[in-house]
């Protein structure tokens, strides 16, 4: 895989995790304000209950046990139990969010990991594009040194074998002479 496919590879997960990360937020803010409206209206909730409870207690004193009251008293415990079964459903959707905060800051952590993996990743890539250019400019270098040396080492046979045939002349003349001389 080439470094270029890697930081692509590597941008395209940063993408998406800011996409993911962009969702989650608005989600958030979402639930934020859903979470207010619910506090409130719990509050509601629980004063209306108390106000029942009050109620029924002021009802069961000023009347006794009639069957009006009674049939008061368990409508208003009816009241009651369902605004406390709604309540108990509230708690449980707010429990959900902030389990979805929470996804949503890992998340966050993964995203900022994923995103100092690449930084390290496209160092890397250009450390080693930076040592691949030395190395080739090196071996470029090495190569006309090499050419350069082998041209004067050609030069320098040429020079010699110039000079060995001269010297072999010189030999012969030499030993020519000395026939010569001797004759």
Known sequence: MSSTSITKHWEAELAALKGNNAKLTAALLESTANVKQWKQQLAAYQDEAERLHRRVTELE??????????????????????????????????????????????????????????????????????????????LETGQLESESFRKSLRSLLELLDGKIFELSELRDSLAKLMEDDSS
Do not use: P, Y
């Open 61 to 138: 004193c000023v009347s006794g046990q009639t069957a009006g009251v009674k049939t008061q008293k368990t409508e208003l415990n009816q009241t009651i139990e369902e605004l406390e079964a709604e309540l108990k459903a509230r708690e449980e959707e707010l429990e959900n969010l902030k389990e979805e905060v929470e996804k949503a800051s890992q998340l966050q952590t993964q995203k900022d990991s994923l995103a100092q993996k690449l930084q390290e990743t496209e160092r890397r890539n250009a450390e080693l594009e930076s040592q691949l250019q030395d190395l080739e400019q090196r």
